[in-house]
């Protein structure tokens, strides 16, 4: 009484007289992105800007590192006289 009666042979929705048995999967074109040329030399300008300013601090902390050890042996010098 309360249990649902499926018809044996089930046809498609008269809605969709197009539909398949055995869909194959509709591969979309992905969207085109367009870039200008101004975007791309304005990303390029910015790496070798970025880069410029990595190079600098890593220089700069070498130089303070080998400055400190010059130091650091000279008032070690200093404080065994």
Not at 17 to 44: E, F, K, M, N, Y
């Amino acid at each position: 009484m309360f249990l649902p009666k499926y018809p044996d042979n089930p046809a498609p929705p008269a809605a969709y007289p197009h539909t398949v048995a055995d869909p194959t999967p509709v591969r979309r074109p992905a969207p085109q992105i367009s870039v200008g040329t101004g975007a791309v030399a304005a990303v390029l300008v910015g790496g070798v800007v970025l880069t410029a300013l990595l190079a600098a601090v890593a220089v700069t902390a070498v130089s303070v590192a080998v400055a400190a050890v010059v130091l650091r042996s000279l008032l070690r010098d200093q404080h065994r006289r």
